[in-house]
T-cell receptor, first 116, second 116 residues
Framework: AQKVTQAQTEISVVEKEDVTLDCVYE???????LFWYKQPPSGELVFLIR??????QNEISGRYSWNFQKSTSSFNFTITASQVVDSAVYFC?????????????FGAGTRLFVKA | EAGVTQFPSHSVIEKGQTVTLRCDPI?????LYWYRRVMGKEIKFLLH????????ESGMPNNRFLAERTGGTYSTLKVQPAELEDSGVYFC??????????????FGAGSRLTVL
């Protein structure tokens, strides 16, 4: 069965600290996609990144970086030099291909507080 | 381009009453999804439309929930009669039917339902 686990419920850091959000997933499929979404106070989830199961290269986008490791079924997200604007709930998600298209499941989210 | 719009943003009803939530997806997005998040837990899949057809409704909790997407444009999710455990935030998301964006979801801000 597919499952996404975000063990960290809340994380609190001081501005400029680095912070890593953990994500562990379970799937029986060999083809799947992993995502991170950000939910700011406005409420809507905002897409951050998508990786497919065949691409284990780490990715960096500005202060954001993602570490995908199939050996440990993890897709962790690091924010370098955190800022107050990074305060939000972050969701990790897994999408598999099925006969009807894609079905995406989400973890419980990690709430990040960045204090000035 | 307008995003995904959900209405109402917040609804407070008494147990036994009926509520109808509406979602207007991005124009041209054939995929429409309903999700629900209850009290800080994971965002749970409810169902998936492709145009006006229900592709997957495996996540619908019970027959008190009815989703429709007449004409393949906006969708409604009706809860009748509402129970206390139905409280939560109901998210709608849409995506392209095919192509590289098919599993990248654009979310609305959610409809918060409180059942007293």
């Amino acid at each position: 069965a597919q499952k996404v686990t975000q063990a960290q419920t809340e994380i609190s850091v001081v501005e400029k600290e680095d912070v890593t959000l953990d994500c562990v997933y379970e799937t029986r499929d060999t083809t799947y996609y992993l995502f991170w979404y950000k939910q700011p106070p406005s409420g809507e989830l905002v897409f951050l990144i998508r990786r497919n199961s065949f691409d284990e290269q780490n990715e960096i986008s500005g202060r954001y970086s993602w570490n995908f490791q199939k050996s440990t079924s993890s897709f962790n997200f690091t924010i370098t030099a955190s800022q107050v604007v990074d305060s939000a709930v972050y969701f990790c998600a897994l999408s598999e291909v099925n006969t009807g298209g894609f079905k995406t499941i989400f973890g419980a989210g990690t709430r990040l507080f960045v204090k000035a | 381009e307008a995003g995904v719009t959900q209405f109402p943003s917040h609804s407070v009803i008494e147990k036994g009453q009926t509520v109808t939530l509406r979602c207007d997806p991005i124009s041209g997005h054939d995929n429409l999804y309903w999700y629900r998040r209850v009290m800080g837990k994971e965002i749970k899949f409810l169902l998936h439309f492709v145009k006006e057809s229900k592709q997957d409704e495996s996540g619908m909790p019970n027959n008190r929930f009815l989703a429709e997407r007449t004409g393949g444009t906006y969708s409604t999710l009706k809860v009748q009669p509402a129970e206390l455990e139905d409280s939560g935030v109901y998210f709608c998301a849409s995506s392209q039917y095919r192509g590289s964006g098919a599993n990248v979801l654009t979310f609305g801000a959610g409809s918060r339902l409180t059942v007293l």
